[in-house]
């Protein structure tokens, strides 16, 4: 029993090395990009990133590009320090948000108000805590030029500091590289087979606007992914590359950020499916949580029996170095990797107090805000 299951890990370690090979890096290829790009960043309390973001934009090396800043009605100095960093740089143009309306989440709301304002063939995304290289945008560009494609999106680096955070965060692109088939989602218009991280998200303004924009997933808590169905559903192109040389997040402060953060996304992120989330979490028990079962007992009867069975450690050893495969495209720590069951066993129980907030109604908070 242990050699087939041991022969199942294997086959999955190598269809993850295999699809890894259809997400695409950002390269620069071709003659400089010549269209105009407006970047937009919704803030709301996002005084702490206020300085280091504009910083970075200032240091872009694109030539034509605009920058459109809204202060979502923050409690903090989000705005105050916006005024004072972004200084009399013309390509900084500062907004406030409206008072959130009935049916519309925070972040859509914001994005759309932002889409309002800018007029470019190119609008890109950004979340207040994301960082790129100086030449993110000429790769981008690129990349969209060559691949024809509507919206270019990826998961970016996450780099962790807090321990809930090593668990969970880099747990994103294991999701992506395991679970979703990579051709489908950049080489087929499949609108299930779609992926997008909303932190960095580079639409053509014609087609994005064509879909419908943010006003078509108004009310959406992943509004990343269902708009990157909605471009599919139109007939565009969207890819989703690995950019983690390029851009970097760094999502959460604490570890109760991580928690929450991920309780807000997790089951909505499965389109509030109960049969999804279950065959999920039977994956990951089964793929992660009993190899590292599997690897204790054999401990124990090497340490109580002085018997060693290889083939109980082969399971966490196969499922590991899947992990360590992972975490080594999208460059994370590879020490993160053995703690693999640890990670999928905190990941069953976040969706499981998902699921619970959804059905009951209590909801999800975040950055002051309450969503069913």
Sequence with gaps: MLFAYSSVLLILLLFT????FFMPKLKRSGPAPGNAVSILVPLRNEERNVPSLITMLKKLTYPNVRFFLLDDQSEDQTYELLKQHAGPDKRFTLLKGEKLPQGWSGKVHACHLLSRHAETDLLLFLDADVRLQPDTLEKAVSMMRSKNASLLTGFPRFPVTFLLEKWLVPMQHYLIYVH?????????????????????????REDYLAAGGHAAIKDSLVDDVHLARKMKATGKRVILANVTED????????GK???????????PGFGRSLPAAAALCLYFAAVCIFPGLFAIYGAYELAAKQTFTALYFVPYVLSVLQKMYVDWRSRQSLMLAPAI????????????????????RKGYDWKGRSYE
């Design 247 to 254: 851009v970097t997040c760094y999502m959460y402060r604490s």
């Design 180 to 204: 979703l088939p990579l051709y489908l989602a950049n080489y087929t218009g499949f609108p299930a087979a779609a992926a997008a991280h909303g932190s960095f998200m580079l639409f053509k």
């Design 341 to 360: 069951p640890l990670s999928a066993a905190i990941f069953i129980a976040l969706m499981a107090v998902s699921i619970y907030a959804s059905f009951s």
């Design 257 to 267: 950020e991580a928690w929450n953060g991920f309780k807000k996304n997790i089951f």
């Design 17 to 20: 090395i295999a699809n890894s």
